[in-house]
């Protein structure tokens, strides 16, 4: 038995609205374009945008799922986000383990950018 990979779907209500924002603000890799959704290359992981409508699932006025985005420079993603009129949340803060800052996308989902104050351990997810 082995797994070989996984995909986080998150579900919207405006599917071409999430598509735009994920292949525009971030450049996100088409893999797999299946109409009702869409399949995302994210470095070694996948991630897709789902019809709500026609899904297995429903969104949710309020999620409580966020999709953390492993990144070389905070503050300079924050600039940039900013500048492109995403939603910020709170502004880059630093801790023990990491830096990050929080964006909402236009689903309501909320996206950390984040990097490990660890050089090892930012390394194994480069």
């Known amino acids: 038995m082995k797994v070989y990979s996984q995909v986080t779907f998150f579900y919207y209500q405006d599917l071409k609205t999430a598509c735009d924002f994920y292949e525009k603000i971030f450049k996100f890799e088409v893999v797999q374009d299946q109409k009702m959704a869409k399949i995302y290359r ?3 992981s996948f991630f897709g945008v789902v019809d709500g409508k026609k899904g297995s699932l429903r969104p949710k006025s309020e999620n409580a799922t966020m999709l ?3 990144v ?9 986000l900013k500048a492109n009129n995403v939603k910020e949340i709170k502004g880059p803060a630093s ?3 990491i830096e990050s800052a929080f964006f909402m996308d236009p689903g ?8 490990f104050q660890n ?8």
Do not use: A, N, P
Request: aromatic share 18%; charged share 30%.
């Open 42 to 44: 994210i470095g070694k």
């Open 72 to 80: 070389d420079d905070v503050h300079e993603w924050y600039d940039y």
């Open 108 to 115: 309501g989902y909320v996206i950390e950018i984040q990097k």
């Open 119 to 126: 050089s090892d351990v930012q390394k194994e997810f480069e």
């Open 95 to 97: 801790g023990t383990y």
């Open 68 to 70: 953390t985005l492993i």
